[in-house]
């Protein structure tokens, strides 16, 4: 579906004021419909430089052809076309992922015994594991990244945390993700009670409830909580963290188009893969 941003710049594409239609192709795990008023994918995991452009005259459509690169590995639900590899407006603090919860890349710890995290491949979409919290009837699991160094400071309150995880049933009480500079200084975002389902949940940083005297430039930390209620254990899986730069306008880094896939595409890491974008074209 193009977007009205893509309408927009098609148009002046077609009057020359800018070079090509898209020049790359981004690829993510969000199960969102399409609409006219998208402005970027729902969670997006990857993007790909648009190598090959041509036509489809018995369909009439323009095939825009990349390549997933072989470091990603998992299940692509959407993608999306956009005018430019990246908004250069951004600066250093673009949109980007955060944390794909993948053992292999990172390490987690129980943050009370200090025992390696739980890891599950069930209802992960982003990468082939996910982090996995099943706390018993009315107690609470938390894990932690330590030792890791983000600078979020040039974000600003309106540009978002979107946060990608997996809840089994309806007994999940509350989910915290914690951003500090240390134990006791730090930034949290509480998403309450859950229904199942998998979850790509949007909070914009300046809501965050802020505890002692955290710094964004400095936080040395995540924590993910998971709390069950009175009725049984809850099984939540942590799949992944990104933020949005959502205040940085720029007419020329936009998307173009976004489409849901039919059928969910599992991407195998260790090969470089083919992805392709068509665009109806009616003249």
Known sequence: MITV???TYIK???AGIV????RSIAFGTGGAAENVGDTKLQFEVGRSQVRLVSYDFTSN???FKADVDSTFGGTIYEVGLFSSNANQSNG???S????TFDSMREFWLDATTAVPAVWTTANTRIGTESLSHTPSVSTSKTDVASGMFLDLSGYSGADRFVFAYNVGNTNTANIKFRFGSDASNYYEFALGTQTAGYKIIEVTKGAATVTGTPSWANITEIRVTTTSGAVGASAVNFDGIRIEDSD???QDAVMVSRELLST?????????????FSLDVSV
Do not use: H
């Open 5 to 7: 941003n893509g309408k």
């Open 12 to 14: 002046r594409y077609l």
């Open 19 to 22: 070079p090509s239609i898209a």
């Open 61 to 63: 459509k323009l095939i």
């Open 92 to 94: 250093q603090y673009s």
């Open 96 to 99: 980007r992922l955060i944390t």
């Open 248 to 250: 940085t306008i720029n």
């Open 264 to 276: 969910p595409f599992v991407k195998t890491e260790g090969k470089i893969q083919e992805i392709e």
